[in-house]
Every structure is written in C-alpha cells, then in structure tokens.
T-cell receptor
C-alpha cells in the first residue's frame, strides 16, 4: 500500500530534550516536506527536500533541522524543543515529475512542557 | 496579507443543501490549484484539482477565476459525511514547487 508513515504519533516531552520524528514514504517520491498545523494558522511549511541531500527552508524553519540521506526518509529533528513547538506535525511527499497530488502522513501530535 | 485566504467558517448546513466556499490567492504567478479535505485530527487528502475551465466530480464542482484570483468549491446535496475542513491549495510557479495552503473552511452538515 502506498503510504507515508510517521513515528511517533504522539509525544509528550520536556523543554530542551532533543527529539526526532521519523518520516518514510514508499512511493519513490522526490519531494518531501514537513508542516506544522496550529489553530488559526493553518498548515505552515517547515522544511522541504527536492531530492536526496537537497533540503530548503520553508516558512517556519527556526528551531528545526532535517536531513535527506535516503530518498524514502526525511526525519525532523528538534535539537532543543520549546513549548512554542507544541503542535500537530505532518510529513508529506509527492512526485515532481507527475501530478501534483501530495500525500500526507497521519500526523504527530507533539507537546513540549 | 495571507497568500491564500479562506473564510474559516464554520458553515452549518442541513443535509441535502448546496454549499459553496471561496478562496482567494494573492500571487498572480500561481500555477496550479487544488482542494484538499481534512477530517478532524486526520491528515489532509486531495479532494480534486481545479482546472481553468472548471471541473466536476460527482456532487463537487470546482471553478477557477484567474482574473479575480479566486477559486471556488460547490458541494451539492450535502451528506453528513461531507463534514470536514476544506483546504484551498495553490502551487506558485518558481516558488520551489511549494504548495501553499489556506487556513481551511470548516463545514458541518446536520441531519
């Protein structure tokens, strides 16, 4: 089944404790992206990647890092999480060569205390 | 001003009603347009693309007006299962192939 998976789905952590949210897709998509969704602010892009070893900042990259060492994986790293990073996070991927449909992972609800 | 703007709603309508949402975009270099649907606490999923000539998919009709820079979604004969948030999405040419999402319009269909 074609899908985007994220782990963990739910995470409660404390300020300053480094964490990684994994994202993996099995559709051989070049493009991958991370968003955060907050009430009243909609989906905002954090980082994106057009291919392996190519990453770029989105609209709200501060406090986040990403890497793209393999085509299928695009982890999101919070080196020192803060309470304002409490949010619902979505990973997404799509094929740049074909249509524009973007496939989203199921989301990760993160709470930083 | 947001790049993609939508009325957040909620739109409360009875079953069987026809409801329409509009979305405006500010960047005239916008190239592709979509409607996504997001159920509560779930991920967004593509509902339909929006073509220049307008397009229909069952009870759903999407229209694009490039001159006025807005797109619309019309839902006929609303079902309870149509209750969701509808996201307007724009792909801006030369913007790193990024999709820009509107804040969403919440629809609640009541029995």
């Amino acid at each position: 089944e074609a899908q985007v998976t994220q782990n963990p789905r739910y995470l409660i952590t404390v300020t300053g404790k480094k964490l990684t949210v994994t994202c993996s897709q099995n559709m051989n998509h070049e493009y991958m992206s991370w968003y955060r969704q907050d009430p009243g602010l909609g989906l905002r892009q954090i980082y994106y990647s057009m291919n392996v070893e190519v990453t770029d900042k989105g609209d709200v990259p501060e406090g986040y890092k990403v890497s793209r060492k393999e085509k299928r994986n695009f982890p999101l790293i919070l080196e020192s999480p803060s309470p304002n990073q409490t949010s619902l996070y979505f990973c997404a991927s799509r094929n740049l060569a074909g249509g524009n449909e973007q496939f989203f992972g199921p989301g990760t609800r993160l709470t930083v205390l | 001003r947001k790049e993609v703007e939508q009325d957040p709603g909620p739109f409360n309508v009875p079953e069987g009603a026809t409801v329409a949402f509009n979305c405006t975009y500010s960047n005239s270099a916008s190239q592709s347009f979509f409607w996504y649907r997001q159920d509560c606490r779930k991920e967004p999923k593509l509902l339909m693309s929006v073509y220049s000539s307008g397009n229909e998919d069952g009870r759903f009709t999407a229209q694009l007006n490039r001159a006025s820079q807005y797109i619309s979604l019309l839902i006929r004969d609303s079902k309870l299962s149509d209750s969701a948030t509808y996201l307007c999405v724009v792909n801006i040419r030369n913007a790193g192939n990024m999709l820009t999402f509107g804040g969403g319009t919440r629809l609640m269909v009541k029995p």
